[in-house]
Every structure is written in structure tokens, then in C-alpha cells.
């Protein structure tokens, strides 16, 4: 049988530990934290065979498509899962954590976790950075409106006027206060401009990509909602049915069951946080701002007199991400009417 090698990774070295099939430590080291000098400790130790495992983490996905490219079998193991079988040691060490993921991989007592490709993680990066920007220009603009309410000043919300000018608008007649907001202002039309150059090159990655232009096709789903979508997903042949998509990203209540007790709670939010709000997001577009007829509309409105409008929400969310796989799957466009039968 193979060898088994953990690797427990930091920011500069990589402890590596390599026991053979009957569990015995053969060599245990460390060396500079690099797919290719990781790669050709392990071939030398344990042989190109040897089936490898490191926990999930930030440099993760770069060291694994590193050493899968040089030949190593390489499997991600969930850090939370594997946590309690590290604890299990007397003394935390880099080394005997090595060790622990190795018998890990020895056992077979684990499940691998999917590592995102590279592209994946450049679309999951572009849509982070621009989450983030939105989120800063939401909290400078509520800034300056807060103190512009300690003064009287009222901006307003006129149509047409962007917030910008419709502060200076207000403060034409406050020029101290002018003096404390103008910087504030420069800030925010900084963050709206670059917010702006993300939207293109979102705008571009999107329309390159036939997948992405196909789950648009679904009413709510738009360009940021599909690179979302798919970039988390990324392999539909990930999952055998298409409802586990909305337990991968959250969207199913927490269940207990023990005895005579089983209750269902909120939803568990696990998964990509990114791609579960802005399926909501997409589920709030279609209960208020689609006025075409759609039978997925009017069930979640019978949702709503059922159980109130925020389980409806979710529930649409949770179904248009089972919706979007399944078309991803089928290659064929959202369809808007159901099909009649022949007559």
C-alpha cells in the first residue's frame, strides 16, 4: 500500500510527516512553504504514490494545485473535522499535527473537501473586493449623513440627483460643515469609481462566459448573481441532485432530532455567504419587482400568506439556487410559462 503524508501548513514552513500502512512513522521534517520543494521531499520519502493530505486554509488551494500538478495524489481535509482527532495528542506541535493528518489519511477517516481551480478563486476575489468597496461606500455615506443631522442639514433623496451633489446642495449656506464632509466626499466618489471598474470587469468575465449567460436567462439572476453562482458551484457534477445545491449554500433549517424530540430551526447559513445573499437578493427581485405572470412568483407569494414574507424569501432563494443547477445541468434557458400539454 502507498504511504500517507500530512502536511501541516503555515506562512513560511510546511511540517511534513510520512507513516507507512501500518501506521509507523517513517520521516517527519520541514521545509519552505512551496508546492515544488513540498513535492520533492514527499517523492523522496514516501514515493510519487503516496497519497497526501492538508487541511483547508488560506494558501490551501495554491499548494494543492501545486503539487497535483507535479504528480501527487493531494486531498483537502475539512480543518473543523479533522480537529478532534489532532487534539487527541498530548502536545500541539507543527510536527505532530503532521503526523495526525497522516494516520487521517492512513484510515480513510475523512471526507475530501473539493479545492476550488485558480480561475474560481480570481472570480471569487473580484466579486469579494467589490462586496467590500459597496459595503465601505454604504458606511461612509451613512457617516456623512449622521453628521449632517447633528447640524440640520438634510440631503434629501431627490430622484435624479446623485447623493454626492445633493450633499452640496444642502451644505451651500454651512461652510464649516462643508469643510468637515468635502473630504468625506472625495472618498466616496473615490470608492464609486472603483466599485464601477469592477462592474466592467465583472460585466466582461460574465459576457466570456456561456454558462453564466445562460443562468441569466432565470428572472432575478444577474451578472453578479450568476459569476456568483457559478464560480462557488463551479462543477454541477458535484451534486447527484440538484436540491443539495441549497444545502451547500445554507439555505435548508438546522434539524435536532434525538428521542421523542425532532424540531427544524433557521436555515444553517453554512457555505459561501456571497452566492446565499444574493440569491436572496435575486428571490426579493422577483416577489416586488417582476410584474410578468410566473408560476415560481405565485408560489412563493403562497408562501407568504402561509408563512409570513421571510420564509417566502427564503424559500424562493433556496429554490432558484436548485432551479439555476438544474439549468446549468440541462443546458436549456429558463423557461418563463409551463409547457402546455398537446391538445
Known sequence: MPHSVGLDVSQK?????????????????????????????????????????????????????????????VDCLDARRVKSALQMRLNKTDHNDAEGL??????????????????????????????????????????????????????????????????????????????????????????????????VAIQRRVKADPTCRLLMSVPGIGALSALAFVSTIEDPARFSRSRAVGAHLGLTPRRYQSGEIDRSGRISRCGDALARTLMYEAAVVILHRVKRSLPLKDWALAIAERSGPGKARIALARKLSVILHSIWRSGEPFRWEPETAAQ
Open 102 to 199: 497522516a494516520q487521517v489519511v492512513r484510515t480513510g477517516w475523512y471526507r475530501a473537501v473539493h479545492v476550488k481551480s485558480l480561475e474560481a478563486h480570481q472570480a471569487r476575489s473580484l466579486l469579494g473586493a467589490r462586496a467590500q468597496l459597496v459595503g465601505m461606500r454604504t458606511r461612509l455615506a451613512n457617516m456623512i449623513r449622521g453628521v449632517l443631522k447633528t447640524f440640520g442639514i438634510l440631503p434629501g433623496s431627490e430622484r435624479g440627483m446623485r447623493f454626492d451633489r445633493r450633499v452640496e446642495h444642502a451644505m451651500e449656506n454651512s461652510p464649516e460643515v462643508a469643510a468637515i464632509v468635502q473630504p468625506l466626499l472625495v472618498s466616496w466618489r473615490h470608492l464609486r469609481e472603483q466599485i464601477a471598474g469592477f462592474d
Open 13 to 73: 514552513t510546511t511540517a511534513i510527516c510520512v507513516v507507512d500502512a501500518e501506521g509507523t512513522r517513517i520521516w517527519r521534517g520541514d521545509c519552505p512553504t512551496h508546492p515544488k520543494q513540498i513535492s520533492t521531499l514527499v517523492s523522496k520519502h514516501a514515493g510519487s504514490d503516496a497519497k497526501v493530505g492538508v487541511e483547508t486554509g488560506a494558501m490551501t488551494p495554491w499548494l494543492v494545485h501545486g503539487l497535483r500538478a507535479s504528480g501527487l495524489q
